[in-house]
């Protein structure tokens, strides 16, 4: 194999180097970074992409080549090809995962890499961990004709509002509908039943796993626990108020109902 076609998924915190092409942008492709006067403090194996092995970096300090640009990922949806993106968000996620876990939990011990599997264990006391993923819920419930929508402030997206549906993280010991019932009763005091699978995404910018639902209205009436929720209603299909954008699961669930409930 070639050199010159290792793909690197280069970060600066949380920005993605990325090289600016007519229409979009693409994850630069050399042999190493050193030829962009890169010095990453970290690298890690990700995976073939399209016969290209394909690397993850953690960047230090150093000068954007010309032609390249830092650039939240988050802001690059729709900019790289969905594999693409796909593989910057292992990345995102290994590349954290690498920064904030290179000592041992239990003994405080530096750890090293697995190298059969992607974990890391303690040469002292023998403690194995895996990359850490954290899998939150989001549900989508629905009354007769309506989607139950909660107002909902993103700091890191400009402080931004917008609707969307219910999410909480699962706690230890908590069946993925346990979950729904409890996140959806802490948050706006509302009972639900026929909890139904709909699909699943990544969610790397908080190294979560996203595990969606619909559900069925039971019994009781909105009432926000101001902490997480500070408003939330019911909305008919042809009455939604400004709702997330195409990359999240929870748009998916929205436009699933949008769709079903006309
Ligand atoms: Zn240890």
Redo the contacts with the bound molecule.
């Keep these: 194999m070639k050199n010159e076609s290792v793909q690197w998924f280069a970060f600066y915190k949380d920005l993605l180097l990325v090289a600016r092409e007519k229409d979009g942008f693409t994850i630069p492709c050399m042999p190493n970074l050193s030829k962009i006067g890169a010095n990453p403090i970290r690298t890690q194996y990700l995976g073939m992409l399209n016969n290209r092995p394909c690397f993850s970096a953690e960047l230090s300090d150093m000068s954007i080549p010309e032609g390249m640009l830092l650039e939240p990922l988050r802001s690059l949806f729709g900019l790289l090809n969905e594999e693409e993106y796909a593989m910057a968000g292992t990345g995102l996620q290994i590349v954290n995962w690498d920064k904030t876990h290179q000592y ?1 939990g ?4 530096g ?1 090293k890499d697995k190298e059969d599997e992607r974990a890391k264990y ?1 040469p ?4 194995l961990n895996y990359p850490r993923i954290s899998p939150a819920i989001i549900a989508a419930v629905i009354k007769e004709d309506s989607l139950l929508l909660a107002l909902r402030y993103a700091p890191t997206l400009g402080g931004i509002s917008f609707y969307s549906v219910l999410s909480g993280y699962v706690e230890p010991g908590e069946t993925l509908e346990q979950c729904v019932h409890r996140e959806v009763r802490e948050e706006v005091g509302i009972e639900v039943k026929n909890i139904r699978y709909f699909g699943s995404q990544p969610w790397p910018f908080s190294g979560s796993l996203m595990v969606g639902f619909t559900a069925d209205y039971v019994g009781g009436d909105i009432v926000p626990d101001n902490k997480e929720v500070t408003e939330a209603g019911w909305f008919r299909a042809d009455k939604l108020p400004h709702i997330p954008g195409k990359i999240s699961l929870s748009r998916k669930l929205i436009d699933w109902f949008s769709q079903n409930y006309r």
């Design positions: 041992c239990r003994c405080g011990a750890v303690c002292d006391c023998g403690l």
